[in-house]
């Protein structure tokens, strides 16, 4: 090995390591991917990533994100088989005041199955020159720098033989970099150098999903390619998504809050869909051919770990779920991800031009704090609605909490007649505008004039809004795509 090249190690191969290990390929000479699994060349469901049997949607400016660092490979997608769905037109999307008003519109989004684009996006990754990916391989600890807050690297050993040290081996790095997302070890392996854990938050609506595949009936003829029941709690826990995925079939998922669980049998899961408000989704399902056991999922708690405010050695960074994990039914996670990969893109420009002589120093207390940054937003949606639930654990509603659910209440109740307002609402939900741009004056103003609300958002815009759009607007721009 040549001493004198830049090697960076991510550590965790699911879509958020990916991504980083693109960016580092950019500032490092060398970077090396550690994951768990065993990689395989089709679209099968890894052990450690139980969500993906599930729906996922991946929003317009994650989208955009992932095309920019893999050039073509939404196309490869589309010649996969993904369809493209116009989020506006193509979705029948029942909210809790209706069936959303539908539009020829922008929000076009590739629907599929989480392992195909895991499967497309690692495939372009092992074609840069500058990446080599080392699957089925754990990570032991960090290994302590001989300076002050700086790591040497990480010890690793091969996943069958993680309790035999001796086969353990030193993997030596300028930038470590944690992906591996929920179940990072991060705090353990930073306690074990004498670093404080970082503060953590849970907030659980106690979320559980149930999903199943099936192939689309020759004689289905609907308007629509995707269906979406939301929700409605604390009285209707219930919910559902149909996506049309790759290969002419429907993933389906459906959701029960606050304790209130689909069941995994098939006579529950179909009662279950038949109990929703509407019939769309059952209706679709009953004669459809199933070709899926149903799979369950339950880890589905926001978690935020404070690493902002943690002390932390200057080259170990962390990003994705390891950091912030929101309630997967928002959709939001896969987007936050690819804002992260940028984030990071964009430090790593600052940490170039500050320190010329290669040093990292500052890099991760100024990266972890703009990630939080990026998290914020998300953070404050995904727990804010979750707060509907009466069961839910790890905080309480606040004032602000409940005006947001009154005013967002009021802003989809307009939704389902205004195409201006879903528009709006739609450019927020996709993480195209600050979500500041909620309240801009021919929202607002409609909010002001529905029944029952005049009072109240009187008195909360004088108090609170004015300083939420000053916080959010400025770093919501860096992000929002130019065109």
């Known amino acids: 090995m040549n001493t004198s090249e830049k090697h960076a190690v991510v550590l965790g191969g699911s879509l958020a390591g990916l991504l980083a290990a693109r960016v580092l390929s950019d500032h490092f000479d060398r970077v090396t991917l550690i994951e768990r699994d065993a990689y395989t060349e089709n679209c099968e469901t890894r052990r450690g990533i139980p969500q993906a049997n599930h729906v996922h949607g991946l929003l317009v400016r994650g989208r955009q994100i992932i095309e920019e660092l893999f050039p073509g490979v939404q196309d490869e997608m589309i010649a996969a088989g993904a369809p493209v769905v116009d989020m506006a037109n193509e ?3 029942f909210t809790r005041a209706g069936w959303g008003i539908r539009f020829p519109s922008e929000f076009r989004v590739l629907a599929f199955t989480r392992p195909l684009l895991d499967l497309h996006v690692r495939r372009r990754l092992s074609q840069n020159s500058r990446v080599e990916m080392v699957d089925n391989t754990d990570v032991l600890r960090l290994i302590p720098g001989t300076s002050e807050n700086h790591v040497a690297g990480v010890l690793i050993c091969p996943r069958s033989s993680e309790a035999d040290r001796r086969v353990a ?8 970099v944690d992906a591996t997302g929920r179940a990072s070890r991060a705090p ?3 306690g074990d150098l004498g670093y404080a854990a970082p503060e953590e938050t849970i907030i659980d609506a106690h979320l559980g999903y149930a999903s199943r595949l099936y192939r689309i009936p020759e004689t289905f003829h609907g308007d629509w390619k995707c269906a979406y029941v939301q929700s409605a709690p604390p009285e209707r826990k219930a919910g559902a998504i149909l996506f049309s995925v790759e290969g002419n079939r429907w993933l389906v998922t459906l959701t029960g809050g606050g304790g209130d669980h689909p069941p995994s049998d098939e006579a529950g899961f179909l009662e279950f869909a038949r109990s929703l408000p509407v019939p769309t989704i059952y209706d679709a399902i009953r004669a ?7 799979k369950t999922h339950r880890a589905t708690q926001n978690r935020v770990r404070r690493f902002d405010r943690a002390k932390l050695p200057h080259n170990f960074l962390l990003l ?6 929101f309630n997967p039914v928002y ?3 896969m987007t936050i991800a690819s804002l992260g990969a940028v984030t990071l893109q964009k430090n790593l420009i600052k940490q170039r031009r500050l320190h010329t002589d290669g040093s990292l120093i500052g890099l991760s207390r100024r990266f972890q704090k703009q990630l939080a940054k990026v998290n914020e937003a998300p953070w404050m949606l995904a ?10 654990e790890g905080g309480a509603p606040t004032a602000m909490n409940r005006f947001m659910h009154r005013y967002m209440d009021q802003v989809i109740q307009l939704a389902t007649h205004s195409v201006s307002v879903r528009r709006v609402l739609m450019r927020a939900f996709n993480i195209l505008v600050p979500p500041i741009a909620l309240f801009q004056p021919h929202v607002l103003f409609r909010v002001l004039l529905s029944r029952g609300l005049y009072g109240s958002v009187k008195i909360d815009l004088h108090r609170s809004v004015p300083s939420v759009a000053h916080s959010k607007t400025a770093h919501w721009r860096q992000h929002e795509n130019p065109n």
């Open 91 to 93: 979705i029948a999307w």
């Open 169 to 176: 081996k030193e993997l030596r790095a300028d930038l470590i």
């Open 188 to 190: 353990r392996w930073l």
């Open 288 to 294: 459809a051919e199933p070709i899926s056991p149903i």
């Open 320 to 325: 994705g779920d390891a950091v912030c994990a």
């Open 331 to 333: 959709g939001q996670g």
């Open 383 to 392: 727990t804010g609605e979750d707060y509907r639930y009466r069961e839910t």
